[in-house]
Each structure stands twice: as C-alpha cells, then as structure tokens.
C-alpha cells in the first residue's frame, strides 16, 4: 500500500532581488498512517518551508517550488489547482502554527473560527458547526466550552489560544497534522500540556503527526521517527532511539551536546556550535555543515554527501564515520 | 472583620465581570471624547429636525408657492420666512434636509463600496491587479474632484425620470448627484484600504485561515476586511460630511437635484440673488449645513480615537 504522505525529492527556492535562496533542496521522506515524525534543526534551515512547500502555501512569487513531488494518497499535491488545494487543507491535512498570539483573528470570535472550516469543508449548518466547535473546545480541555465559544482571541491565555489553534486544525478530523514549533511561544508547562495533548488526541483519532521544533527534548518524547535539517537538507534520519542513542553526523551529535541535561554536572559548560548557519542565498560546493564540523576532512570541501544508510532505518549524509573520526 | 467581607465581595464582583467586548472598548473611549459627545447631540438635533419636523409641515407646505407672501422676513406664519416663490423656508430646510441628508449617506455608501472592492481586491491579490487598479485610482486622484462632479452632474442630468418612494416623489437628479459624489470620493477610501490589506494579509492568521482550506473570498472579506474596520468607518464618517458639502457645492451651481425637490444646496443656490437683501435665505439653510458637517467631523475625530487600537493607553 502506498503511504499516506510521500514527498520526494522536494526543492523550494526563493527569487529574491539579492539572488536565488534555497530554501530547501530535494528532501525527500515518507508518512504512514498513525506516524509520528519529527524534524529538527536550528532556526532558518528550512523545517518550516519545507511544510509549507506541502501545503502548497509558498507565497509565489517569490516563492517556487522548483522540483519534486508531494503525493498524498497517491495523489501529487503540487499538481493541484488552487481550488482542489482548498479541498485538501484543513480536510485531509491541518496545520498549527508557531505563534498563537498572530494566528488567531483578533476581530473573530473563537468558535467562528472553529467552525468555519466545518462551515467549509463538512457543509454544516450553522448551529451544527456551532455544537461541533463547543465539543472540540471541549474536547483540547478548555473549561466552560459553551462560554468561551464567543470569547474573542484576546480574551484567552496563550495556552488556551494555541489549544484553540488545535481544535481548529482537528475540526475535519485531518489524516496528517503538522504542527510548526506550536510550543515555542508557550512556557514549559504549558508547554508540557500541549505536548500530552496532541499525543492523546493521536492516538484517540489515529492521526499522523509532523511535528517541528528546535527542541529535541520535545521530539525524544513524542516522535518514533526523526529527521535532522540542515541548510534545508536532511542530514540524518532514524527512529528517536538512533537519534538519541547513536547519533553518527557530527551536527546531530553537536545539537546534542548543546541541549541541557538533568543528569549532567551544572559544572559543566554547554557546548556551543561555533559559527552560524550557512547563507542559504549561495551555498559553497561541499557539506553545507563543513564550516563549522570540527570532524571536516578534505572531501568534505569537495562534494556534499547523500544520504546513506548505515543501519536499519538509520542514515546519515556525511564523508566521516564519527565513532572512529576517519573518513568512511 | 466586616470590612474584609465587603472588599471580597467587591473583588469577587470585579472578577465576575465578563470582558469588554471591543465595541464596549471603543464606546468607553468615545465618551471620554468630548467635543464627539457635542457632534453625536448636533447630529441628534438634526435627525429630529428633519423626521419630527416632516410630522408638523407636509411636503405640501414645502413646495406650495404663494406669490403674494414671496421674500417675506421671518414671522408668526413662517419662523424662517420665505423665498422668491413665496414658499415656507422652514418646511423646505426640514424636507431639503432630509434630500441632503439622504444623499450625504448614499454617496458613501457607493463610495465605501466601490473604494472597498477596488481597495482589497488590490490589496490582497497583489501583482498586476493591484497595478492596474492603483494606476486606474491614481488616474481618478488626478482629476479635479469638483471638475469631475460637475462634468458627470451636466452630462447625465435629465437622464433618469422623477420616481416616487415610500409615497414621496424625488426628481431623478438625486439618484444622479449620488453616483456622481459616490464614484468621484472613493479613491482615498479604496487606498487607506489597501494599505490595510497589504499589512493585514501577511499576518499568521491569515495563512492559518488559508490552512483550514478558507476561499480568497472569504479571507477578504470574513478575515481581514473586519480587521479594516475602523479606518474604514472613520473614511466613512467623514465622507458624509463631504458628500453633503459636494451635494450643496453642485447644486449651489445649479447642476444638483432640481427644483422643485429641495436641497439645502439648492436652497443657497435660489438665495444668490438674495444675499443682501434677503439673509433668511441663505442664513438657515448655510447654519444647517454648516452644524451637520460640524457634527459629523466631531464624530469622526472621535470615532477615529475611539477605534485607533494604538490609543489605548491615551484615555484610560
């Protein structure tokens, strides 16, 4: 069977007046029902293009998807027309966003927007969406549902508002969920929160689940499969366990090391990657990580590594075994 | 011990309080606005004087001429006295009032429409359109407004027949005078609009909306145009004021709604001839317009207070 969402080989570019950015350059992976993949890596490197490019919500111009396929069910999304795009968000694939104090219309109430895209895509009338939308209030765990379904984005917390979002993007019930850093403007409890929240409703409606972040604590608790972006390539691919226990490229390794830890030594200093990531506008020939590695042999400046497998389901793209610090 | 009783009751109270709503915000905001509160008792005024004033003198009584009583000075029979024709100013002011009134609305209505669409469909689609429809706006900017109006009011006057409604007969130079304003003021609206659309489009919520798969039509108009609102009801409010200093300038020229339907406008213009002799003439007709737009401008300011998110801080 196939599965639920394959991208592949996928490149987005940005036309801008300072020249040709590329955003993000033939990534490819795949989704399977009940899946839950993450995809890290530091600001600016492509996480979020890369699902947009999927939504087909590049702004073009100056935006172009310049390659690649993106099959849902089979079916290329990037083939679609605007119309048919229409039919797919929110229906079939849903999205939250990183900010839910700019995502929510502050002129609308909470629950018209909940039950618009009910409104939209089940045809429902307006007292139907009306009871759906108090039931999915209900059900992402904001108290006095019935209430607060025309309470306005200003009057709810920002947890609250990104619980909101939540039950915006489940109205249709989505097969695919991504969520784009929906923490990372939220404090750690609330934080933790959302994070039990999406796991429960994944496994009540059995949905697939994208989830970015820059966070790996975040993805080590939540995800099975894990993607690491770089400079809009993946650079490493593995189940959390690979990630986490075995790490092999030297930026994943890095990212690691950088992240605190409960059961290390305060005394310790976190490492730091030195330098900053690459200037996606012209990419130099080679790994774009090459820069700032401090495994980096000569092949590394010549050509950029694919990625290879180096264990069951486990693949990293880079010139250098890291166990050994030699050149594979 | 009592004493903490009442405050908790208090506070328990202040917490019960469900939220403003925005409309309960901006209302708190206009209050403080003084001189608007002045504006909103003018405007009051003038709707009363227009509507109660139809229940004491007929239209009848507006247009019935008497050439025995003409340019009669204020009196007992008629407290603002007569015109050239021996007809009654007073009941002329109310019914012209409500012509003048009832134009000032409509052209903004036309032109808030028309510089809406043309503002957000610009704004929002961007590219070419938005070239096109700004070049075509700027075009429109460039000419005289009153060139504009006097030319469109010479050309199209006499083409639509007088028609009656709700039992009253308007000349068909009152529908004309309304396009003409409408669709000579609307470039200002239709360019505030789209510099709107054009910040408001790139904010989060509107890719969410566009994420849970809204169509282009109702992103313009369920999710951003609310977001315009305010500026656009300030643009409006202010519109009618000049929509009725236009309806009086064209008409003052001759070019307006034509007699024997009055307009303040028209009125000023039969008391040209009389401006010396004659001051009743043009003194209540001219006070009307003047308090009206007077009014309508103090509203304005304060409604462009009251609805300015940025204020907040100014009148609390």
Same mark, same amino acid.
């Given at each position: 069977?196939?599965?639920?969402?394959?991208?592949?080989?996928?490149?987005?570019?940005?036309?801008?007046?300072?020249?040709?950015?590329? &955003?993000?350059?033939?990534?490819?992976? $795949?989704?399977?029902?009940?899946?839950?993949?993450?995809?890290?890596?530091?600001?600016?490197?492509?996480?979020?293009?890369?699902?947009?490019?999927?939504?087909?919500?590049?702004?073009?111009?100056?935006?172009?998807? %310049? %390659?690649?396929?993106?099959?849902?069910?089979?079916?290329?999304?990037?083939?679609?027309?605007?119309?048919?795009?229409?039919?797919?968000?929110?229906?079939?694939?849903?999205?939250?966003?990183?900010?839910?104090?700019?995502?929510?219309?502050?002129?609308?109430?909470?629950?018209?927007?909940?039950?618009?895209?009910?409104?939209?895509?089940?045809?429902?009338?307006?007292?139907?969406?009306?009871?759906?939308?108090?039931?999915?209030?209900?059900?992402?765990?904001?108290?006095?549902?019935?209430?607060?379904?025309?309470?306005?984005?200003?009057?709810?917390?920002?947890?609250?508002?990104?619980? &909101?979002?939540?039950?915006?993007?489940?109205?249709?019930?989505?097969?695919?969920?991504?969520?784009?850093?929906?923490? $990372? &403007?939220?404090?750690?409890?609330?934080?933790?929160?959302?994070?039990?929240?999406?796991?429960?409703?994944?496994?009540?409606?059995?949905?697939?689940?994208?989830?970015? $972040?820059?966070?790996?604590?975040?993805?080590?608790?939540?995800?099975?499969?894990?993607?690491?972006?770089?400079?809009?390539?993946?650079?490493?691919?593995?189940?959390?366990?690979?990630?986490?226990?075995?790490?092999?490229?030297?930026?994943?390794?890095?990212?690691?090391?950088?992240?605190?830890?409960?059961?290390?030594?305060?005394?310790?200093?976190?490492?730091?990657?030195?330098?900053?990531?690459?200037?996606?506008?012209?990419?130099?020939?080679?790994?774009?990580?090459?820069?700032?590695?401090?495994?980096?042999?000569?092949?590394?400046?010549?050509?950029?590594?694919?990625?290879?497998?180096?264990?069951?389901?486990?693949?990293?793209?880079?010139?250098?075994?890291?166990?050994?610090?030699?050149?594979? | 011990?009592?004493?903490? !009783?009442?405050?908790?009751?208090?506070? !328990?109270?202040?917490?019960?309080?469900?939220?403003?709503?925005?409309?309960?915000?901006?209302?708190?905001?206009?209050?403080?606005?003084?001189?608007?509160?002045?504006?909103?008792?003018?405007?009051?005024?003038?709707?009363?004087?227009?509507?109660?004033?139809?229940?004491?003198?007929? #239209? @009848?009584?507006?247009?019935?001429?008497?050439?025995?009583?003409?340019?009669?000075?204020?009196?007992?029979?008629?407290?603002?006295?007569?015109?050239?024709?021996?007809?009654?100013?007073?009941?002329?002011?109310?019914?012209?009032?409500?012509?003048?009134?009832?134009?000032? *609305?409509?052209?903004?209505?036309?032109?808030?429409?028309?510089?809406?669409?043309?503002?957000?469909?610009?704004?929002?689609?961007?590219?070419?359109?938005?070239?096109?429809?700004?070049?075509?706006? #700027?075009?429109?900017?460039?000419?005289?407004?009153?060139?504009?109006?006097?030319?469109?009011?010479?050309?199209?006057?006499?083409?639509?027949?007088?028609?009656?409604?709700?039992?009253?007969?308007?000349?068909?130079?009152?529908? /004309?005078?309304?396009?003409?304003?409408?669709?000579?003021?609307?470039?200002?609206?239709?360019?505030?609009?789209?510099?709107?659309?054009?910040?408001?489009?790139?904010? #989060?919520? /509107?890719?969410? @909306?566009?994420?849970?798969?809204?169509?282009?039509?109702?992103?313009?108009? !369920?999710?951003?145009?609310?977001?315009?609102?305010?500026?656009?009801?300030?643009?409006?409010?202010?519109?009618?004021?000049?929509?009725?200093?236009?309806?009086?300038?064209?008409?003052?020229?001759?070019?307006?709604?034509?007699?024997?339907?009055?307009?303040?406008?028209?009125?000023?213009?039969?008391?040209?001839?009389?401006?010396?002799?004659?001051?009743?003439?043009?003194?209540?007709?001219?006070?009307?317009?003047?308090?009206?737009? *007077?009014?309508?401008?103090?509203?304005?300011?304060?409604?462009?207070? @009251?609805?300015?998110?940025?204020?907040?801080?100014?009148?609390?």
């Amino acid at each position: 069977m196939a599965p639920l969402l394959e991208v592949q080989d996928l490149t987005t570019r940005f036309y801008t007046l300072d020249g040709i950015v590329h &955003a993000v350059n033939g990534i490819s992976y $795949t989704v399977e029902e009940g899946d839950t993949l993450g995809i890290v890596g530091e600001s600016g490197c492509g996480k979020s293009v890369s699902v947009l490019s999927v939504m087909g919500l590049i702004p073009e111009p100056p935006g172009k998807i %310049a %390659a690649g396929q993106v099959l849902y069910k089979g079916q290329d999304l990037l083939q679609l027309d605007q119309k048919q795009m229409e039919r797919i968000r929110g229906k079939e694939i849903a999205m939250v966003f990183q900010d839910p104090m700019t995502s929510l219309n502050p002129v609308l109430t909470i629950g018209h927007q909940i039950g618009e895209s009910l409104i939209v895509h089940l045809g429902m009338g307006q007292k139907e969406a009306r009871r759906q939308s108090v039931e999915l209030l209900d059900m992402v765990g904001i108290p006095q549902a019935a209430d607060r379904y025309s309470d306005y984005p200003h009057q709810f917390s920002g947890g609250m508002r990104q619980r &909101a979002m939540i039950a915006m993007a489940l109205a249709c019930s989505p097969n695919i969920f991504i969520a784009d850093e929906p923490t $990372t &403007a939220l404090d750690v409890t609330i934080q933790a929160q959302i994070i039990d929240l999406v796991k429960t409703l994944r496994d009540q409606l059995g949905m697939a689940v994208i989830w970015i $972040t820059h966070d790996l604590g975040i993805i080590a608790g939540l995800a099975e499969k894990v993607l690491v972006m770089y400079a809009g390539f993946f650079i490493e691919r593995g189940s959390v366990d690979d990630i986490y226990g075995d790490p092999r490229h030297p930026y994943t390794l890095a990212l690691l090391k950088s992240v605190p830890r409960v059961d290390r030594t305060s005394k310790e200093r976190l490492a730091v990657i030195s330098g900053l990531p690459p200037d996606l506008l012209g990419l130099p020939p080679g790994c774009p990580f090459a820069p700032r590695c401090t495994y980096m042999v000569e092949q590394c400046r010549k050509e950029n590594p694919c990625l290879e497998p180096i264990g069951f389901g486990h693949e990293i793209a880079c010139w250098v075994d890291v166990t050994t610090g030699r050149e594979r | 011990m009592t004493t903490t !009783e009442v405050s908790w009751e208090f506070f !328990e109270e202040e917490i019960e309080r469900p939220p403003l709503t925005p409309a309960q915000v901006a209302w708190r905001r206009f209050r403080c606005h003084k001189m608007a509160l002045v504006g909103v008792g003018l405007l009051i005024a003038i709707f009363l004087y227009v509507i109660v004033g139809a229940f004491i003198y007929s #239209e @009848a009584d507006a247009n019935r001429t008497d050439l025995s009583i003409t340019l009669s000075p204020p009196s007992r029979d008629h407290p603002l006295g007569t015109d050239g024709t021996g007809r009654c100013i007073l009941a002329r002011t109310i019914y012209g009032g409500q012509i003048s009134v009832l134009i000032g *609305l409509s052209a903004v209505i036309v032109s808030v429409t028309v510089g809406v669409l043309i503002g957000a469909i610009s704004g929002y689609y961007g590219g070419h359109i938005d070239a096109i429809l700004m070049r075509f706006t #700027e075009a429109m900017f460039n000419i005289p407004q009153l060139f504009l109006l006097i030319l469109l009011a010479k050309l199209l006057s006499g083409k639509i027949p007088t028609f009656k409604l709700l039992g009253r007969s308007f000349s068909g130079s009152v529908i /004309v005078i309304i396009g003409v304003i409408g669709l000579t003021s609307w470039m200002y609206l239709a360019r505030i609009v789209r510099a709107n659309f054009l910040s408001l489009k790139e904010q #989060e919520f /509107v890719t969410a @909306a566009r994420c849970i798969g809204s169509r282009n039509f109702s992103i313009i108009f !369920e999710h951003i145009l609310p977001n315009s609102v305010a500026p656009i009801v300030v643009a409006a409010t202010l519109g009618v004021a000049s929509a009725i200093i236009n309806e009086a300038y064209v008409s003052f020229l001759g070019l307006g709604v034509q007699p024997p339907t009055a307009t303040w406008g028209n009125m000023l213009d039969q008391a040209y001839h009389h401006l010396d002799s004659e001051p009743w003439m043009w003194f209540f007709p001219g006070m009307l317009i003047l308090l009206t737009v *007077l009014g309508i401008n103090f509203v304005g300011d304060g409604l462009r207070d @009251a609805l300015d998110p940025r204020a907040l801080t100014q009148t609390e």
